[in-house]
């Protein structure tokens, strides 16, 4: 059965550093896609990254880059230049080709950047 | 702006009552999903459904009913709340193809109380 890990509930990191968000996934379909979102305490989810299993580079949009390493199964989010705006819940979720079209989450990881 | 909206941000309801959360989207999607998220658990489906009439159960459909009668509208409800059914509830939206990331709408926190 798919499943998602982020290991990490709270994370810090002080404006402009870089900062490394955790995910390991488990899956036994070849064929699958990951995703990252941002939940900021308004509530309302926003779709930050999409990586693709067959996808030979690692995806990266503006200052988020995620670090996909198949073999190990992890989809690490790397967020640049860390700002005071990116303190917000993060999700890690997958999508599996033969499922459908289910999105599974991570539990998430709560990011709080300091001035 | 394509959109997911939910009817209510926030809601109260009873103990035993009946209660509906709707979600609309204008985005013509054909899958449409309710989630609740709780602390330390991240978001667990409830129900989706990928057509009109369709649905299917997710990893937690106890104490929930979905309706889908219009492609934009996608309802749930819950028979007769209980405390343990406070909680945020999202729904979210995707085009049929593969590996299409969802659109969320804003979601709405119920308490029963």
């Known amino acids: 059965a798919q499943k998602i890990t982020q290991t990490q509930p709270g994370m810090f990191v002080q404006e402009k550093e870089a900062v490394t968000l955790d995910c390991t996934y488990d899956?036994?379909?070849?064929?699958?896609?990951l995703f990252w979102y941002k939940q900021p305490s308004s509530g309302e989810m926003i779709f930050l990254i999409y990586?693709?299993?067959?996808?030979?580079q690692n995806a990266t949009e503006g200052r988020y880059s995620l670090n996909f390493q198949k073999a190990r199964k992890s989809a690490n989010l790397v967020i640049s230049a860390s700002q005071l705006g990116d303190s917000a819940m993060y999700f890690c979720?997958?999508?599996?080709?033969?499922?459908?079209?289910?999105?599974?989450f991570g539990q998430g990881t709560t990011l709080q950047v300091k001035p | 702006d394509v959109k997911v909206t939910q009817s209510s941000r926030y809601l109260v309801k009873r103990t035993g009552e009946k209660v509906f959360l709707e979600c609309v989207q204008d985005?013509?999607?054909?899958?449409m999903f309710w989630y609740r998220q709780d602390p330390g658990l991240g978001l667990r489906l409830i129900y989706f459904?990928?057509?009109?009439?369709?649905?299917e159960k997710g990893d937690i459909p106890e104490g929930y009913s979905v309706s889908r009668e219009k492609k934009e509208r996608f309802s749930l409800i819950l028979e007769s709340a209980s405390t343990n059914q406070t909680s945020m509830y999202l729904c979210?939206?995707?085009?049929?193809?593969?590996?299409?990331?969802?659109?969320f709408g804003s979601g709405t926190r119920l308490t029963v109380v």
């Open positions: 899956t036994s379909d070849p064929s699958y896609g």
């Open positions: 990586q693709g299993s067959y996808d030979q």
């Open positions: 979720a997958m999508r599996e080709e033969s499922n459908t079209g289910k999105l599974i």
């Open positions: 985005m013509d999607h054909e899958n």
């Open positions: 459904s990928y057509d009109v009439k369709m649905k």
């Open positions: 979210a939206s995707s085009p049929g193809q593969r590996f299409y990331g969802y659109t």
